[in-house]
């Protein structure tokens, strides 16, 4: 399937708003098998924009976390040591 830049764009902005590849097949009209296989298939466009906006969240969350922990938040301490580790289980240390 061919995806323009305005749909690619549509599919990071509801991935951003952590919507699953299924709903966001059924909100821009799209084959949800297709979208699925599209976003699984690595180098893809459309698994670009998915993860664009995926990790845009992720950040806008963790950066919330982050200033919690620093202002003293216990379970935003813990969280933020549990990212850590998850950070550092995908790299050779």
Do not use: W
């Amino acid at each position: 399937m061919d995806y323009s830049q305005e749909l690619l764009k549509e599919i990071e902005t509801k991935a951003e708003e952590m919507m699953t590849p299924k709903e966001i097949s059924f909100l821009l009209n799209v084959d949800e098998i297709i979208l699925t296989d599209d976003i699984n298939t690595i180098g893809h466009p459309a698994r670009k924009a998915f993860f664009n906006g995926v990790s845009t969240s992720a950040l806008q969350l963790r950066e919330n976390i982050r200033e919690a922990a620093i202002a003293g938040s216990p379970f935003s301490i813990a969280e933020c040591q549990k990212l850590i580790m998850n950070q550092l289980s995908e790299v050779n240390v």
